[in-house]
């Protein structure tokens, strides 16, 4: 029986950002997805086919104040997190994560995903930028492309 998609996504985020070996990214499971729901519902983004997700996206707004603590380097994802539910004063956007399955990549879906959340955010609240921390040069490029679209500055994580 093949695996479902679901399954493959998991699989998928498990191999790229190593998680559970890494305590400064974000570990996402049941607590962080309402965590993020109750920040902004547009928060995750999510496309589907018959046998389940095939993209998925996380970004999530935060103050000037959590972005610049975030790329210096004094906080970590969970406490950017932390920061953004407290803090409601937001004026940027964490371009968090995008996970697309191998058969479904090169057709712009995390970049939809990720373009539509910001632009349900904007609709809120006054950002101002984007910022990441980028994992790979698939990552780098995806989120210049989306601050591109969205015409917004961006601010990378070294």
């Given at each position: ?49 018959e046998?389940g ?50 058969e ?13 959340s ?11 930028s ?6 790979s040069?698939?990552?780098d ?18």
């Open positions: 029986m093949p695996i479902d998609n679901f399954t493959r996504m998991i699989q998928l985020a498990t191999e790229f950002f190593d998680v559970k070996n890494d305590p400064s990214q974000l570990d996402i499971d049941e607590t962080v997805i309402e965590r993020l729901n109750h920040i902004h519902p547009s928060a995750m983004g999510e496309m589907r086919d046998h997700p095939v993209a998925w996206t996380i970004v999530f707004p935060a103050s000037r104040d959590a972005m610049q603590q975030f790329l210096d380097g004094k906080i970590n994802e969970s406490e950017l997190l932390e920061l953004s539910e407290r803090d409601k004063n937001y004026e940027t956007i964490y371009l968090c994560s995008a996970l697309v399955l191998p479904y990549r090169r057709k712009s879906l995390a970049k939809q995903l990720a373009c539509d910001i632009r349900a955010m904007q609709k809120e609240y006054p950002i101002t984007l910022f990441y921390w980028g994992f040069k698939e990552g490029a995806l989120s210049h492309a989306i601050a591109k679209e969205v015409r917004l500055p961006i601010f990378a994580r070294q």
